[in-house]
């Protein structure tokens, strides 16, 4: 985090009043993304009703930021700066705001008294900084109030990277749940609490939320703050004083994965198939912990213990869902199998996936002899598509049939079907699996498909190769009735 921003994060509510006082409030226009397309504030973020020598630069700088509607910074715009009253100088330190919407300037004081100066945004509008220039040899200071020195009695005002501390609390935490307070006290070489210090924390590794503190120090130097990790690992606590210091200790926190306790049953049960064929869905379990949160990187071994079948990528570790799911399971001897997914001595574990080898259909009948007379008229289907599962298997048979509805017994005549989404007469044949072309072997084509979408379909059939089909003359094409793919 920017020097900038870390002012801004603690001194913009005093920023905002004071800018109301003295006319110079946030100003936020209707936009849509930027200072002209979105609701764009410029805001009040440092350095405001300080007091100087005429001359001389302020201490701090003068700070804006600009951001969206979100409160997100909005970089790259310029910011021009207007001295109103005094008579003083300044010297902007970019000529645009950073990647978090900071922009900052040096401000020299003219005449003894008030002076003001607008920070401008074209298309947002303006916001107006004062501050005093005191020739009487008080000034320099913050406007933050008391301004004595580091040492004897008095609260420091300079803080030390080498007196102050940085501690959590507690040092371990649970990944998601757990939060650990962060402290931080602000001091000066001589070790006296310095208030009114601006404190903005990092930390190390990823998954990490760090809440800020809420306010700068209080006249005990102490700010507070908190960490929760969505990621595993030990993280670095980093206090930074005032966008520049950053303090030399700092604090630890081990983030844990929650034990896990139980195992559960995904998909994959109750399927079927040929001996020797792979299911159709892959087995796949869910590793758990107390609270019901998935457990990451827990090791799943699954097992064929029943009808001799094998299975592929037998020792799985669960992912960020939790899931272990196998790459493949082929049945083995007709009727039952099992495959047990073992997970040591979680409660649930071996969940046990169950499939039944079902040997391969008969051959259907041979069909009737064919008749001279039968002439093709139009296409049907035999076996029409009906509701399935995603990835389950179904079979479509489509005959050509003469005017009376008898299958015309033609061989090798190609057709071919496709799928619709409901409502859509687009084709989305990406979303079927197996042979779309299939040749007539007495006068019908079979085809055996699965479909990997969620939706509801209409699947047309049509060839190319008997034009004078259907009331359409060459465009002999058949349309069956909605089914669900759920």
Not at 301 to 309: D, K, L
Not at 443 to 459: C, D, P, S
Request: glycine share 14%; proline share 9%; with cysteine.
């Amino acid at each position: 985090m920017s020097h900038l921003q870390s002012v801004h994060r603690h001194l913009a509510p005093l920023a905002f009043l004071t800018a109301l006082a003295c006319g110079g409030e946030d100003l936020v226009l209707p936009t849509d993304g930027s200072p002209g397309n979105s609701s764009s504030v410029l805001r009040l973020a440092g350095g405001n009703e300080q007091v100087g020598r005429p001359g001389t630069p302020l201490r701090l700088p003068i700070v804006v930021q600009l951001v969206d509607q979100d409160g997100n910074g909005i970089p790259g715009e310029r910011v021009t700066w207007v001295v109103s009253t005094g008579g003083g100088t300044v010297t902007p330190q970019a000529p645009t705001t950073d990647a978090e919407g900071f922009a900052s300037a040096d401000w020299i004081l003219g005449s003894e008294g008030p002076n003001s100066l607008d920070a401008v945004v074209t298309g947002v509008g303006s916001v107006t900084f004062t501050a005093t220039a005191d020739n009487s040899g008080s000034g320099g200071g913050d406007g933050d109030g008391d301004d004595s020195g580091g040492g004897g009695g008095g609260l420091g005002t300079e803080p030390s990277a080498g007196t102050s501390t940085v501690s959590a609390d507690p040092t371990s935490i649970m990944v998601g749940e757990g939060v650990s307070t962060i402290r931080v006290t602000v001091r000066d070489p001589s070790g006296a609490p310095v208030p009114g210090a601006v404190v903005t924390l990092t930390a190390t590794g990823s998954g990490n939320t760090v809440n800020q503190p809420d306010g700068p120090t209080g006249n005990d130097g102490v700010a507070v703050g908190r960490l929760r990790s969505t990621v595993a690992g030990t993280k670095d606590v980093v206090a930074t004083v005032n966008g520049t210091l950053q303090i030399n200790q700092t604090a630890q926190v081990t983030v844990t994965i929650a034990p896990a306790t139980r195992v559960q049953l995904v998909e994959g049960d109750e399927q079927r198939a040929e001996p020797g064929a792979e299911v159709p869905v892959r087995p796949a379990v869910r590793v758990l912990d107390a609270a019901g949160d998935p457990v990451v990187g827990y090791q799943v071994t699954f097992v064929v213990t029943q009808g001799g079948g094998t299975v592929t990528g037998e020792l799985q570790t669960t992912n960020a869902q939790g899931i272990a799911r196998v790459d493949s399971w082929r049945l083995g001897a007709e009727g039952r199998n099992t495959l047990e997914a073992r997970a040591g001595s979680l409660q649930g574990s071996p969940v046990v996936f169950n499939a039944t080898a079902v040997a391969p259909p008969p051959p259907p009948p041979p069909p009737p002899p064919p008749t001279t007379e039968a002439k093709p008229h139009h296409l049907v289907f035999q076996v029409p598509p009906h509701n399935v599962g995603v990835n389950e298997p179904f079979r479509v048979e489509v005959a050509i049939v003469d005017a009376a509805g008898n299958v015309v017994p033609l061989n090798g005549i190609q057709i071919y079907v496709g799928v619709f989404r409901e409502g859509n007469e687009v084709p989305s044949n990406t979303v079927v699996v197996g042979e779309r072309f299939v040749d007539t072997n007495n006068g019908v084509a079979v085809f055996h498909l699965r479909i990997t979408e969620q939706n509801r379909f209409r699947m047309r059939a049509l060839t190319d190769e008997l034009p004078q089909l259907g009331p359409h003359g060459p465009e002999p094409w058949l349309f069956s009735g909605v089914f669900e793919v759920r």
